[in-house]
């Protein structure tokens, strides 16, 4: 008997986007995306807290990472053309 890879692939390979990627559970959920093979961007504000997880876990480095507010919609509107997401997850607040 095998054990299956987790998710099976399901995110392998996938456009991920996820708003409020610095906080606490956006940077577990982009961390956990991105080892699961698929390819992750974020928009969010700074990191709320010093220190974050999100610089813990290094993930400007690993993902693609865009600063910027949620509510400016010309800036999250070239977010989202310029990445194409497949997926968007919103945990912005």
Do not use: C
């Not at 995110?11 to 956006?26: D, E, P």
């Not at 699961?36 to 813990?56: H, I, K, Q």
């Amino acid at each position: 008997m095998t054990t299956a890879a987790p998710f099976q692939g399901v995110y392998s390979g996938l456009r991920v986007l996820i708003t409020g990627h610095t906080g606490f559970k956006g940077s577990w959920l982009a961390f956990w995306l991105n080892e699961l093979g698929a390819d992750v961007a974020g928009y969010a504000l700074a990191p709320p807290t010093e220190p974050s997880l999100f610089a813990a876990l290094r993930l400007g480095e690993r993902i693609t990472h865009t600063e910027a507010d949620v509510r400016d919609l010309g800036a999250l509107g070239s977010a989202l053309a310029s990445f194409q997401p497949e997926i968007v997850f919103h945990l912005a607040a």
